[in-house]
Each structure stands twice: as C-alpha cells, then as structure tokens.
C-alpha cells in the first residue's frame, strides 16, 4: 500500500488532477482561509478534532491520513484491546508533544465528549454500522470503514439516520476519490461510452458465509481484551481467539458477505458510481459458470466476475457501452477501448488505493456541509446491491428487488434476510 | 451432537466455495425440517441452538415460537432466538416477545422492546408506555424507541406527554422517538401535526443533537413557509443549528430558498458566507447564479474563493465576463480559482464566449484568455497562432502550451516548425514541451510518429534528440524504428540517447530490437545497455512462459559479463516454474553465478514444493533443499 504521498503532488492533485480527469461532480475542497493561519497552522476553531475507535491495522493506516491533515486534531483513542489504545495513544502523543490523547474501552464515552467532532470508526464490520448510528445520535460526524452494514435494512436506515441527524457520512470506498477511477466512472456516468450494456465488478471470491460458534476457550482479563464489547451487537458466542481480529467475522449477520461484500463494497460502489449512483438492480441471478448478474431496471447488467481481468492490479471494474468501454484497478492504471476517450486529458496514476484523498474529501465535508463522495446514499445503494448477490448466491436462484420498499417481491425466504435482530442492548 | 456437527459442517462448508454452499444448502434445506430444528432447540447443545435460531429465522414458522421464546431469557441464546422472532411472521412472535417483556428486566428485557419495536407491533404500545416510565433509564429509552418506530397516534401521544416530565437520562430517547414519530405523520400527509412534534422537540430541554434534528424536521415540514425559519437558523450564533441550516438548504425543494441564501451572502460574516456559498451552488437552482458571480467579481478573498469554485460547477456562459477580469488580477490564488472555474464551466456556449474573446482580447488579457483556450482544450489554431509572434514571452509561451494542449492531427505541423525553426530561439524549449504533450494525445500515433520522424535527418543533433524523446514517448511502430535507426547510426550521440530510450521503452516490440543491438555491431557500453533493457522485458511485461523462457535464454546467449547475467535470477524466482527452475540449475554451474543461482534455485524449488520433478532434479544436480 503507498502510504506516503508527497504533499505537493497530494495537492496538485486535489486541485487539478481530478478535474482534469473531468470528474465533474467534484466536491468542493473548499476552506475558508480564515482557517489557514500565518505559519500554515491551523486556528483551534476552524480544526476538525477526532476521536478513532477500533484503531488496528486498517484504522492505523487511516488514522495516519487523517494525522497528516493539519486542520485535524486526534484527542481520544477508544478500543477493545489494550495493547492497541496505549499504542495508538503513544503515535497520537508523540505527534502533538503532549500526553493528552485519552484512552477509552467503551465507545459511548467518546461519544458522549463534546469537544469531539467526528470520529473514526475502522472497528470489525460487525460493528460499522450500529456504531455509525450512535455516533449520528450523538452529533458526531463520521469516517467509517467498509463493508458499513450487515443487511439490508441496516443499509436503509443508515442512510435515513444520516439525513435525519445532518451527520456527515463517508464510507471508506477511497477509491472513489483516485482520479483513474473517478475518470472511468466519468466516462460511464457521462455517456462517453454510449449505452451501457454492461459493467463488471471482481468480488475476489463469490462465497456465502455463516457465523459460528467455536469452542469456548479461557477469556483474557476484561481490561486487556473486552470480549463482550467486541462481539457487540453481534449475536453472542463463548470467547474463542481465532474470532478475535476475524476478517470475515460476522460480517453479515445472518449470511454473510465473502467477497461479494469485501470487494463489493469497493468495486460495486464504483459501479454504482458509473451509473450515477442510481436505484440498485432489481434483478439478481444464480451464479453461474463464475458470474453473477444482477440487472438494473433500465437493462444495464452488472455482472460480479472472478476471471477475465485484464492485469491492472486488485479491485478491477469495466463498464461496456455500445461507444466504448473501460477497465481500471488498482495499479492506478486503466485501459480504453480507444485514446479518444481521454479526449486530451491527463489522468494522474496514483496505484496502492490510498486514502488520503478520500480523509481530505471527508473534512472539507464537514466543513461545508456538502455531501461527500462516499456517502451514506451512495454507500446505502452500494451495499444494497451486495447484499442482495449474497442473497441470490446464498439461496442459489434468481432474487427480484422491489425499489419501492426494498423488499423482494413474492419471495419471503429472501425478505427474512433483510434484517437481523442486534445482539441486546444494541440497536441500530 | 449429531445436529451440532451438522451444523457446524454447514457453517464450515458455506465458506468454501459458491457451488459447494448452493449445493450443500439445497440438501440441508430438505432435510432441516422446522419439526427438526425445535427438536435441537429443545435438546440440543447451546451451539446447535443458537444455529438452529438463524435457520428458523429463515424457514420458521409460528409452531416454533413457543420454544424460542423459552430461550429469551437465556443469557446465551437470547440474541439468537430475537433474530428468529423478529423475522418470522405472523403474531405468534408478537405475543411471544409482550409475554417476555412482563416477566424479563434489564439487558434482555430492553433487547425485547428492540424486537417489538423493529417488528412494529402496535398491540405492544400499552405495555411500552408502561415500561417508559420504567426506573431503569435504559429500558425507558429503548421504550421510547420502539413506540417511536411504532408511530401510531397513540404512541406519539405517550411520547410526546412525557417529553417534558422524564428522567434527564431518559429525555433524548424520547425526543428522538418523537422525531420519528413526525417523519410517520410526513409521511402519512399529516404536516401539521409533523410540525407541532418538531415544534416540541425544538424546544423542550433536550440535547443539543436532537434540538438539530427536529430543526431540521421543522423547516422541511413547513416546505415553502420553512424559510424565515432555515433563515433564523442560518444566522443562529449555535454552530451546530447553522451547519444543519446549511445541510437543510441543499434538501429543500420549495420556496425561494435560493433567495434566501442569496441574500444570506451579502449579510453573513465572509467565513459563513464562503460555505452559504458552496449550500447554494450544491442547490444549482435557477436563482443561484447572480449571487455567486457577484460574489466571485468582489469582496473579502475567502467569499470570493468560494464563489470561484461554485462557479466551476454551476457556472455558464455569462460567468465568463467576470471569471475572465478575475484571472487578470494580480492574486495568484484568484487568478488560479478564475482559471480553474474558466476551464470547468459546464457549460458548451462559454467555450463560444471564451473564443469571442480571444479574437478581441488586449494584451493584458491574451495571456489569460490563451491559458484559459488550453485548460478548456478549444481548438483554436489559428487565433492562437498568432500570438506566436507577439513580443512578450510569457504571451508566446501560453500560446505554444494552448496549442500543445488543443492543436488537432492535421495542424500538428505548426507545432513541428516550432520545434525546427523557432520563431524566437528562446522559445524552443517550451515549443518541444509543447510538442510532446500534442504528440501522445494524437488518436493515431502511427500517423504522427511518421511526420515527426521524417524531419529527424535533417534535424541539428540537438533537436533530433528532442525528437527521438518525442518519439519514445508516442510509442508505436513508426517511433520504434525512428528510435532503431538512431541506435543503429554512426553517431555516439545519438547512439547514446537513443539506446537509453529503447531500454526504457514501455511495449514488448522493442524486444527484437533490444536484442539485435545486444548481438550486432561491435562491443561497447551501447550493446550492454540494450541487452540490459532486453531483461527488463522479460522482468516487467506479461508474456507466456515460452516466450519468457525464450527471452531468458537469448539473454543469456547474449550475455557476456557475469552480472547481466545475475541480473535473469530475479526472473527465473519471480516466475518460477520447472522450466525457470532448469535454467537456474543450469546456471548454477557456471562458477562465476553459482553461490547467487543456486539461491535462486532453492527459492523456486521452495514455490514449487509439492511438484514430484523438483526433488529429482535438485538430486541430478546435487543441490540439497
């Protein structure tokens, strides 16, 4: 993964490689210069003050973006594992001189602090959504790993729940903010490729999953690892390490996600994307000789493809029209059907899917009130449309999706897997 | 146990494979009668319990509600019998869930009125008004809650009676309950009474979140007659009702709203003016414009930027006056957010607007307006040329960067005399920049490599260098044998450059060429060059294995020097196969490569472990794994 991105290339392309790779619906990067002191500093008043909960791997990576920002100012670290709050504490305190970042076992105290704006939220998908609800509830503006929800209906009222409280809403899915994949996007959504027939997105392994109950083993001292706040709302099990730091762990509650919800959450966001973020298929089919289709209303086919990539790195889309077609991934490259579609431009090559760009997006957001690229309608429709393949895939036959109610029509297996009831006293 | 091994097979094997789960589920979905999973309910492992709850919380009916409701107050399957109760229909569940509510008390207790309120039960809304009055704040939110989802009349009444009289800890429950309940009477036509809740939450004592959410509400209910109320809120010195005011507006789809912001630019402190700026242009309404480009023409720099940027995506062909004026000032930042906004203009009749005023622009104002030509890409040739020969620099660079960035195919030859006989010698070096970048956004590069190469002889050496860059950077057939006739040429120069350019070059037809220069000629630095740049095609582009283990071994025949050849071990690892691994063992016995290759050799033996043919032909080597 690149991690480090220069500044000066960091800015150049926030303010021109993207227009140039003519996405259009850019949000603004928009700052009021109040906000820029004399030194580059940035005043108290005008900086975004963070709070990061379940800080491991992907949250380190994220919370380094956000640290790079310098309207940005990280003052508590919350999780349930000890060893990562007082290493997280220690990066945070090492950046600011001080000893003041706080450390927290239980989310609902940063939550509850009124200095803190928005927060971090890269904690198992399990928690995503629940978590993102409390944190709306409580005023807090909010970045938030993906996959963001479990289900269907979590889907829904995350998006409902951001409306209703004006919180600020933006899924991990960076690539949103990568100008190769903004351009492709561009190219789909504009009708620079004509009609769109078909778009593929590579879910890196069609598979439904269930949850399980593993044997129970001696749990570790609350204080060092707190069991029951990370199984959450999940239904509960006996303590079992090989649960603790599961990627695939209860993802999806009652079936779950594989690569169709890992990758989808991704790659079906940007296909979204190519169509405008429109109402997701209505019509999702069996796999079948390693595809999945599903279609959306106007006839468009989005198809989850494992094979036929051209080499372009992991996380690969292709949008078809009858003018023309695309394929990027994330090597930062794309391929097209003819050099005309560039129509002259340049798009940066920026591979390694940082999120940088995205973490910028998200502050200038909150700071504007717009809304940003990975949205929560937007991630709304994204996970709807992974949710639903899962479902087809999980039932083995042909789903039809009701775009009025979102609910499957004549088909109550499948409408029982809209939902999941959250482990007590969670609720979504 | 046998139920709990089935499951735990079933949970096992839906991870492997689609085909595999399909399958499998099919088969289990026979045989998992209903009868069979209460029977696992009623005597089964905790384990097995809490898989049969997700399958019946897909195939259950009510016959088995009565035994999962026996597992509520279980401390373990509680959370798992909720997910079958809350999806199986019918009442039964229903009863179920008000039954354990009467007897359960705390976590359980309020995962109950959870599962009532999901479900929606409005049987349930006398026992929930009972329990808001509950002792424990916890159970009276999660009541609050669930009438709130519930949303009848009833329910709202009960929420909103209590707002003013519960518990602190129990009071944002209810107030968010109540919101809820006002987005049911919107929803069911009801605003007047949306309003009144709103109304309420507005002002009871509640926090500060909850007061901006039914803000929000309240505006919106009040559709057109919301804006002196999203104006109030606009101007409120509470950051948290300003920012939801901003958030409201982009909502709104009545009432003069653009007006209101319009006029909220003019009173509003520069720093909330920049961002009621960006509220209105996310609007883009009909009334939005006048007030942005006013903004943009004058006033404190911050609202000014602002506008700029809203002018990028909702401006048209009447921005272009002010955006124009505005990239002639002496501020960088604004002639930068002017030039920005001038090249993104949606809008197709400002490119006409920007050409009319080109052809009439002073000297002060060509600069800009040529700058502005490329950024927008508008083919303008021959207005821009003729600027090439007006005697301020700056002016003929912006032209010769305009033209590289908009010539078309068949004006490509104004650029090339540029670059070969510069009006002004200064010029040459932007004039090639300016020639490269026309040059790779040719849709047929073939055609284009052909007229560049064609003026390579009787170039200077100076500009055939240029032009050979050129020409490496357009690719294709033309430019490789322009580039081949070069390295095969008499001059050391030339030579030089252009064998640099081959062992950079970024498509798999330089190969051949890689490799005839490697093998032919006499032996100098040039040949060691080209065999190096022969590997790095064979290291970095995709190819079959054939063809690599070709490349590998005409590398190797050409290869004189021990550390070119070390330089095939990474490729022999990287794509290791028993072919790779005979080419290693083979070059394991060269003594000058054998410590490096016979690494190599036991780094592909290790890939490759598994694969019967490695071990014997590590034995007929003699290397030891």
């Known amino acids: ?428 | 146990m046998r139920t709990y091994f089935r499951a735990l097979l079933l949970s096992t094997c839906l991870t492997v494979s689609t085909a595999c789960s399909a399958s499998l589920f099919a088969q289990v979905q026979t045989m998992e009668k209903e009868a069979d999973l209460i029977g696992v309910l009623q005597n089964g492992a905790p384990a097995d319990k809490a898989i049969a709850c997700k399958r019946l919380a897909i195939y259950g009916t009510g016959e088995s509600v009565s035994e999962l409701a026996k597992l509520l107050p279980d401390d373990s399957l509680s959370s798992w019998t909720r997910i079958a109760l809350e999806a199986i229909p019918g009442s039964k569940p229903d009863e179920a869930l008000r039954n354990a509510a009467k007897s359960l008390s705390g976590n359980k207790l309020i995962g109950v009125l959870n599962s009532i309120g999901v479900r929606g039960d409005v049987a349930a809304v006398d026992l929930l008004k009972s329990k808001l009055q509950d002792s424990d704040v916890q159970v009276a939110s999660a009541a609050a809650i669930a009438l709130g989802q519930i949303g009848n009349e009833a329910a709202r009444k009960s929420l909103t009676q209590s707002l003013a009289n519960a518990p602190a800890g129990a009071r944002s429950a209810i107030a968010e309950a109540c919101v809820l309940c006002a987005e049911k009477a919107m929803n069911d036509g009801k605003s007047d009474i949306a309003i009144a809740v709103y109304d309420q939450v507005r002002k009871a004592d509640v926090p500060s979140q909850r007061v901006i959410e039914a803000t929000r509400g309240a505006i919106l209910a009040r559709k057109e007659q919301g804006v002196p109320l999203l104006v109030e809120n606009l101007r409120s010195p509470d950051r948290g009702l300003f920012r939801i005011a901003l958030a409201t507006a982009r909502e709104m789809t009545k009432g003069d709203v653009d007006g209101a912001l319009s006029t909220e630019i003019g009173a509003a402190s520069p720093d909330r003016a920049a961002l009621v700026i960006q509220a209105l242009a996310d609007r883009n309404g009909p009334g939005a414009l006048p007030a942005i480009v006013k903004a943009a023409a004058s006033g404190p720099k911050e609202v000014r930027l602002s506008a700029l940027n809203a002018l990028a995506r909702v401006g048209n062909a009447s921005s272009v006056s002010t955006l124009v004026s505005v990239a002639g000032e002496a501020d960088a930042d604004l002639t930068k957010g002017a030039l920005q906004a001038l090249a993104e203009l949606p809008d197709q009749n400002a490119t006409k607007e920007i050409l009319d005023r080109l052809s009439k622009a002073d000297d002060k104002l060509l600069p800009v307006l040529l700058a502005v030509v490329g950024v927008r890409r508008i083919e303008a040739t021959d207005l821009i040329t003729k600027a090439l020969a007006k005697k301020d620099k700056a002016t003929r660079e912006a032209a010769l960067k305009a033209l590289g960035a908009t010539v078309p195919p068949d004006r490509m030859d104004v650029l090339l005399t540029q670059v070969l006989k510069p009006s002004f010698v200064e010029d040459v070096e932007v004039a090639r920049s300016a020639l490269k970048t026309a040059a790779v956004r040719m849709p047929d590069r073939e055609a284009c490599a052909k007229q560049i190469a064609a003026s390579i002889e009787t170039s200077s050496l100076e500009t055939q260098t240029a032009l050979l860059d050129i020409l490496a950077a357009v690719g294709g057939t033309n430019a490789l044998q322009a580039v081949k006739n070069a390295a095969l040429s008499s001059s050391d120069p030339l030579k030089d450059v252009s064998s640099k350019l081959l062992g950079d070059w970024m498509t798999i037809d330089a190969a051949p060429v890689l490799l005839n220069l490697a093998t032919s000629g006499p032996a100098d630095k040039y040949q060691g060059r080209a065999l190096r740049g022969y590997i790095r095609i064979a290291r970095q582009f995709a190819m079959g294995e054939p063809e690599r283990v070709a490349m590998i071994q005409n590398a190797l025949m050409a290869s004189k020097q021990p550390a070119d050849q070390k330089l095939i071990l990474p490729i022999l690892e990287k794509f290791s196969s028993i072919e790779m691994l005979k080419i290693a063992i083979k070059m394991a016995g060269a003594d000058d490569l054998k410590e490096d290759a016979t690494k190599t050799v036991l780094a592909i033996a290790k890939k490759l472990d598994g694969k019967p043919e490695v071990a014997k032909l590590l034995a007929e080597a003699g290397i030891k794994p």
Not at chain 1, 189 to 212: C, D, E, N, V
Not at chain 1, 326 to 342: I, N, Q, R, T
Not at chain 1, 384 to 393: E, F, G, M, Q, T
Request: with cysteine.
């Open chain 1, 1 to 428: 993964m690149k991690k480090k991105i220069d500044t000066i290339k960091r800015r150049s392309f926030l303010k021109s490689a993207l227009a140039s790779a003519g996405a259009a619906a850019v949000a603004p990067t928009i700052i009021p210069s109040s906000a820029i002191g004399r030194d580059g500093a940035v005043p108290p008043s005008e900086r975004v003050v963070l709070g990061g909960i379940g800080i491991g791997n992907r949250g380190n990576y994220d919370l380094g973006c956000f640290l790079e920002q310098k309207d940005v100012q990280f003052i508590a670290v919350c999780d349930v594992k000890e060893a990562r709050r007082l290493a997280v504490k220690k990066i945070a305190d090492t950046k600011y001189g001080n000893e003041n970042c706080s450390m927290h076992q239980d989310f609902r105290e940063v939550l509850d602090r009124k200095d803190i704006d928005a927060v971090l939220i890269a904690t198992g998908p399990n928690w995503h959504a629940t978590m993102s609800m409390y944190a709306a509830r409580a005023g807090k503006d909010i970045y938030c790993e993906k996959p963001c929800t479990k289900n269907i209906e979590q889907s829904l009222i995350l998006r409902d729940t951001m409306r209703r409280t004006g919180r600020i809403f933006q899924a991990g899915t960076q690539r949103r903010n990568l100008p190769h994949f903004a351009f492709a996007c561009y190219l789909a959504r504009t009708g620079k490729l004509g009609k769109l027939s078909k778009i593929y997105a590579h879910p890196a392994g069609m598979q439904a999953m269930m949850s399980g109950w593993l044997p129970a083993e001696a749990p570790p001292e609350k204080g060092k690892v707190d069991w029951d706040m990370y199984l959450g709302p999940a239904a509960w099990r006996p303590f079992n390490p090989k649960l603790l730091d599961g990627f695939n762990f209860e993802k999806g509650g009652g079936l779950v996600g594989g690569g169709v919800l890992e990758w989808g959450s991704h790659c079906v966001d940007l296909c979204q994307w190519a169509v405008d973020d429109c109402p997701p298929p209505v019509e999702y089919n069996a796999p079948a000789n390693g595809e999945l289709m599903a279609r959306y209303e106007n006839g468009t086919q989005l198809i989850f493809r494992e094979k036929g990539w051209i080499p372009l790195g992991s996380c690969p889309v292709r949008f078809e029209g009858d003018k023309g077609w695309v394929e990027a991934g994330d090597s930062g490259k794309m391929v097209l059907s003819s050099p005309e579609l560039m129509a002259g431009r340049v798009v940066e090559e920026i591979g390694g899917y940082p999120a940088t760009f995205h973490v910028r997006d998200f502050l200038d957001a909150v700071k504007t009130r717009s809304q940003p690229k990975g949205n929560a309608e937007a991630a709304c429709n994204a996970h709807i449309v992974c949710h639903s393949a899962n479902i087809a895939l999980f039932l083995n036959r042909q789903v039809k999706l009701d775009l009025k109610n979102y609910e499957f029509i004549n088909d109550e297996p499948a409408n029982r897997l809209r939902s999941e009831a959250l482990r007590e006293p969670w609720r979504i």
